[in-house]
């Protein structure tokens, strides 16, 4: 039943010694606070009874030794529980974003950064809460209950019913209010789901919201989330709160039910002795406490199996692109940096297996080494897809692409992405400073390099311009930089790392054609003349190169230099006639006017 | 290297700045929190719930009380067991009051928690949408909303149970202690010696505890930003195998967590055995003595049957206080940063005696405009134009050259430096920015809808507006066909995802709802940067409908897209260099000739000379 929180102990190897430790000492406690509660009859039979004050010190005294005997068991017991469980919670950390980082691509299609995140923080803090109440108790309560009953039977027999009759109350009110509880948090946690997603998108859109004047309007669909929040919250709140004097009740009206029947027998004379029934009246108070312990260590059990389980499909997920075994690097140095696509088709790869229709259809191209190429389309063309295909971000479904004539399956990883240089579309920073994140895939390289590649960059100037310049602080994902700055940035950083092929995935689209011109002629420079790949929407960012490739649905329909695109394609045409058309043709006339 | 938590106290955000290292102020904090609970129209229920209380707490007070009563029934030879029976009964009773009383009194506070907190959010939400753009850009959606739900969460846990079980637990030590003393005060002594160690312990705990909870809370907001940035940038770390950094680097942050959390959890777990142990002293001190005292004749059994049910009663409300302040002092450092954004002040507020806008046409002066987002330096450098009633506006020039700087200050987003902004004839700042921004409709780069059906997103620009409105709207902006193409139609759901709206359909949507706010002026700002072609045709279509005898402008850095605006203003560095009609400003070859010329990068067709202008980008 908890499987996947039993596999938990299976990958938390180092503490396994915490954990025996733990167990044996809440057994010793559990039989000291035992041993302690015998006692009792023989200091009011053997004390009071028999008018003995040395008998009475006597068994106080022991009584105090067992109490000491049993507070350190437990401190050493919930020490061991405590390291072990924060060490489950280091580990599992650990493990699972370890793994996370052996993910490719189609890992991360199918699980999202959010998704995860709930996995390495609220699942794994669920685990340790379950771990940690699970050694401290989940042994201890069950013990605890099994000896009260035992000793019931041996020493007051006669009272074994009110004992029996209480433990059944108290499931029954448990049954009735755990449940309850749990299905009410359940319910509360949904709509706070809901509510920060409200409010999360009303700060992402506030400058719509703010435009259209609808504050008010806001407001009230806030209020109207917040609202629903409030009846779970409320079930959920009275009933933990009420948990505790209810026990208590329960508690005392078993006492006084011990007493009434008890009592009754000692007076009519039969063989129970006042010690007997006193001592009766603590093991009410020895039953109820681990009963309760349990009712609420079993869903937290339950709760962190739940989230054992989800860690569980996270780090069973296996990357999708691997390395093949006994491959050994190239040299960087001596590749030339031709790139050959022979009858590429590729599909993403869905999360149940099943294939999505083809992003790409039956490419071929060849690119040689130096050459600077353009690829062309539309939202959607499969531009992406296509230059993905290239450092492995996927593998091809069908075909097999080359580079210097080697398929790009025969490189390790590692040395196909140092060749290999990318600027993302989404140019994300890190935390950090900038030198930080302009050697970011080189840490070791010359800040001369850094610099020189800046320039190519066009980030130089407004790097300089900074206080701190180099040094300047990068808050998360780079907030603190404009667009056009951070995908300045982000070709910076490319370039820093000198690859033998880079590829701009629309990373410039931020950009002025004048600021994107200047960029594209120093990269060829900075490079050394290194194979260049340019993916873009807009038509003046490919205008100049030497190849064009325009791509419509998957499929390479054109290709060729700008002057023969003009001329050969008609879908050309059109995006060039929209894009920089009627106004060329006004400006011509103009010149000849004047 | 560098690891990505060097530079965090650069970062810190600028409302936390007011933060937790000020003890001083958190009593006042906590008073207002509790205002929100039991202030106003929550008073009666306040007071039921400490009356229900009070008498819930009577009940359980007489109860060991009423068992040592029967204990000595029961040892009194002479005893009868219809007096027996008789303080059973009572027993039961109080043990009933006690349960019933407690049940309406925790109710009660339920209740009080929940419209307490339901108050408070509602109220720092509203504060937030009062506030003005520069609030937003300095605390950016993720943080801010990461931070509201943190300290709601925290100030919820003080609402829900730390009010209601503290209020219990003075009450409950106190009636206990009282009867106590009553009843037998040197056994009253002997139950108290254990408590000063029981506070001793919690004094010494919470001392630990307490601050190592603190910086646990640090440090896993610490390591959850680390993870979300690095999992979000998954794509760079692959791109650039920098898998091994990130590791190293989250290996380092958990291990922190791990020791900072085993210190935090030590120390707090260390209350129950404790506890645990000090309450077994308690009631063998009460019950050794107690037979003593009972063999020379100095109380009854009972009264020791009494006091140890006494001493059992006393210790769980102890033991909770100690949880119950570390709560509190957390509900304390939360709700400062609540009220720290409840307190916040727009910085655009309307004037005392703003006037409402009235259109006349749509004529526009900019006297001398200077602006800066961060004082010093300067975006907008004394810039002066006029734009007549309905005309079309383009507006272009290098990345950072304040283009969509001037669209914020005429929408009043953020408040100029200096010179004045007159809107046919009124002065901008002495304008209400209701009436102001509902006349200028705003289409943005960024497609923002909301999760929400089609229909309740094309009504969104306009409260009141009808299904007709929309649909007219979506016909115009040639919206019309998609959506009748989704599954349900004007009623899909647009789902975060976006549905399966490409970019160029969820920006026609936004040229729909705008037209269904009918301003009388209109700004787009880049709003085909990120369109294909043909698409990019049919919005053009909407907007230039959507733009009809309007007012507008439009930024753009494709050029084409502003050819045909009646006027083309060109901005350098902050300023206006060039101002006039495309034809004109091509035939002048200036800056935007070079501009223009610059798309063409040397491909233009013969006879068109490359630009030669340099400028630059910041």
Known sequence: MVKSFGRIFTIVKQHRFRLVLSQVMMFIAALATVGYSTLIAPLVNEGMGANNVDAALQIGIWMLVLAVIMGICMAIAASQAVYFSQGTAYVVRKYLYDKIQAYSFENYDHLSTGNLMVRLNADVVNVQNAMQYAIMLGSFAPFMLLATVILAIINTPDLLWVLLVVVVVVLLLMWWLIPAIFKAYKIRQHQLDGLNNTLQENLTGISVVKAFVREKYEIEKFSQNADAIRTPAYDAAWRVAFLSPLLTAVGQLSIQLAMWAGGSQIMTGTDLTIGQLSTFTSYMSLIIVPLALMSIVVPLILRGDVSAERIFEAYDAEPTVLDKPDIKPMDPEEIQGRIAFENVSFAFRRRDGELDPPALKNINLTIEPGQKVGILGATGAGKSALINLIPRFYDVTDGRITLDGIDVRDFPQDNLQQIIGIALQEAVLFQGDLRFNLKYGDPQVDDDVMFEAAKAADSYGFIMNLPEKWDAPVSRRGYNFSGGQRQRISINRALTAQPKVIILDDSTSALDASTEGRVQNAIPEFMHGATTIYVAQRISAVIDLDHIYLLENGEIIAQGSHEELLLSSSLYQEIYESQLGGGVIAGLELEEVS | ?618
């Open chain 2, 1 to 618: 290297m560098i690891t990505a938590s060097t530079t965090k106290g650069a970062l810190d955000k600028p409302y936390e700045g007011a933060s937790i290292d000020q003890p001083d102020q958190t009593p006042r904090t906590l008073l207002r929190l509790l205002g929100y609970m039991v202030g106003g129209d929550q008073r009666a229920k306040f007071a039921l719930g400490v009356v229900t209380r009070i008498v819930a707490l009577l009940g359980l007070t007489a109860l060991p009380f009423i068992t040592g009563q029967a204990m000595n029934v029961v040892i009194n030879p002479d005893g009868i067991e219809e007096e027996l029976t008789r303080w059973v009964l009572s027993g039961v009773v109080a043990g009933i009051i006690y349960m019933l009383f407690s049940f309406l009194s925790d109710r009660t506070f339920a209740r009080m928690a929940t419209n307490g907190l339901f108050k408070l959010q509602t109220n720092l939400f509203s504060n937030i949408q009062t506030l003005s753009m520069g609030f937003f850009h300095k605390n950016p959606p993720g943080d801010l909303s990461s931070n509201v739900t943190n300290d709601a969460e925290v100030v919820s846990l003080f609402y829900t149970s730390a009010v209601s079980q503290l209020l219990r637990a003075v009450f409950q030590i106190l009636m206990i202690f009282i009867v106590m003393v009553v009843i037998n005060w040197k056994l009253t002594i002997v139950a108290l010696v254990t408590v000063p160690f029981l506070l001793l312990s919690i004094y010494v705990i919470s001392r630990i505890s307490g601050p190592a909870f603190t910086k646990l809370q640090e440090n896993l907001g610490e390591v959850s930003g680390f993870q979300e940035e690095t999992l979000s940038g998954h794509k760079v770390i692959i791109s650039k195998r920098r898998q091994e950094w990130a590791k190293e680097d989250h290996e380092a942050q958990v291990a922190d967590v791990y020791r900072v959390g085993s210190r935090a959890f030590f120390a707090s777990l260390m209350q129950f055995p404790l506890t645990q142990t000090l309450n077994i002293f308690q009631s063998v001190f009460v019950m050794v003595v107690g037979t003593i005292m009972v063999i020379n004749g100095q109380t009854t059994l009972g009264v020791v049957m009494s006091f140890s049910g006494y001493a059992a009663l006393l210790s769980s409300p102890l033991a909770q206080i100690a949880n119950l302040i570390t709560n509190a002092l957390n509900a304390g450092a939360g709700g400062k940063r609540v009220f720290n954004i409840i307190d916040e002040e727009p910085t655009i507020k309307d004037a005392p005696d703003a006037e409402e806008y009235e259109f006349k046409g749509g004529h526009l002066q900019f006297i001398d405009v200077d602006f800066s987002y961060i004082p010093g330096r300067k975006i907008l450098r004394s810039n002066t134009f006029e734009v007549k009633p309905g005309e079309s506006i383009g507006i272009c020039g290098p990345t950072g050259a304040g283009k969509s700087t001037l669209i914020n200050i005429l929408t009043r987003y953020y408040e100029i430096d200096s010179g004045t902004i007159l809107i046919d004839g009124q002065d901008l700042t002495k304008l209400t920015t209701e009436s102001l921004r509902k006349q200028i409709g705003v289409v943005l780069q960024e497609a923002f809808l909301f999760t929400d059906t089609v229909m309740n997103n094309l009504k969104y620009a306009r409260e009141g507006a009808t299904d007709e409105d929309a649909i007219v709207a979506a016909k115009k902006a040639n919206a019309h066909d998609f959506i009748m193409e989704l599954p349900q139609g004007y009623d899909t759901m647009l789902t975060e995802r976006g549905a399966s709206l490409s970019q160029g359909q969820r920006q026609m949507i936004t040229i729909a709802r705008a037209m269904v706010a009918d301003p009388k002026m209109m700004i787009l700002d880049e709003a085909t940067s990120n369109v294909d072609t043909r698409t990019e045709k049919l919005i053009q279509d909407g907007m230039r409908k959507l733009m009809e005898n309007k007012t507008s402008f439009s930024i753009a850095h494709r050029l084409a897209t502003i050819r045909d605006s009646n006027r083309i203003m060109v901005l350098n560095g902050g300023e206006i260099v060039e101002y006039a009609p495309h034809d004109e400003l091509m035939a002048n070859k200036g800056f935007y000739y070079a501009l223009y010329m610059s798309q063409f990068k040397g491909k233009a067709p013969a006879g068109m000379g490359a630009g030669t202008v340099e400028f630059v980008s910041t």
